[in-house]
């Protein structure tokens, strides 16, 4: 068998179980053997990442958003308040899917696996941290269905007035130069949230759209 024959399948087709790239060569061969040549060009075969569908204009503001940060030293991160609201839903694909890649390629498109917003909507929470330092959890009160969700009124109420302002103030009374950092959706982003955050002094860290894998608070809800 061609060894490089496999790994050209495996590129190819990130999913394709290691039985069907076996025999798909000639002479056929075991997945055994294909996890072994696989691994001698450290690919392995791994659980695929599910990430929020980008668009292309997305990628390019991730890939700016990186090359800013680059070299961003750590002191800094450490001054920033990373939150986000989670769903907490009943429904959706338990199965796993594996795919074939090498270390730190899991969030290339072929490897990852498009989410989109849930509609099965049962609670919804809102959380803070910071490095070395564990923040508010609350779990929002908003109607839920069409028109119900999370907007910029609420999110004002329900979380900037109260646990959020509360524990800047805390913070920043401990550390200079903190920063906020929250995921762009509309409640976030509109010109009153914007205006809120202004008239409170609070400076805003830049995210870009649709990446919850850039900010660190995301394991946690795991």
């Known amino acids: ?21 076996g025999n798909s060569v000639i002479p056929k061969i075991s997945a055994s053997t ?12 791994i659980h695929a990442k599910y990430t929020p569908y980008l668009r292309p204009a997305t990628i390019i503001k991730r890939r700016q958003h990186a090359r800013r940060f680059k070299n961003y030293p750590m002191e800094k991160y450490k ?25 730190h390629k899991c969030y290339i498109p072929k490897c990852t696996i498009p989410t989109f917003l849930q509609s099965s909507v049962r609670v919804m929470i809102w959380g803070a941290i910071m490095w070395d330092w564990k923040g508010p959890l609350l779990v929002l009160d908003y109607p839920g269905g069409r028109g119900g969700g999370m907007n910029s009124v609420r999110y004002k109420e329900q979380v900037l007035e109260g646990a959020l302002l509360q524990f800047y103030t805390e913070i920043n009374q401990e550390r200079t130069g903190v920063q906020f950092l ?24 830049p995210h870009p759209p649709s990446s919850p894998d850039l900010n660190p608070i995301e394991p946690v809800w795991h």
Do not use: M
């Not at 294909?34 to 075969?45: A, F, I, P, S, T």
């Open 182 to 205: 929250q995921v762009n959706v509309p409640c976030h982003t509109s010109k009153s949230s914007k205006k809120w955050f202004q008239d409170h002094g609070i400076p805003l860290f």
């Open 79 to 103: 001054l920033v308040i990373y939150s986000d609201e989670c769903y907490v839903h009943i429904g959706g694909n338990k199965g796993a899917i594996y795919v074939t890649h090498r270390p």
């Open 1 to 21: 068998h061609s060894h490089r024959a496999i790994i050209n399948l495996a590129k190819k087709e990130r999913r394709k179980p290691l039985a069907d790239i």
């Open 34 to 45: 294909v996890q072994r040549e696989l691994g001698k060009d450290n690919y392995h075969r």
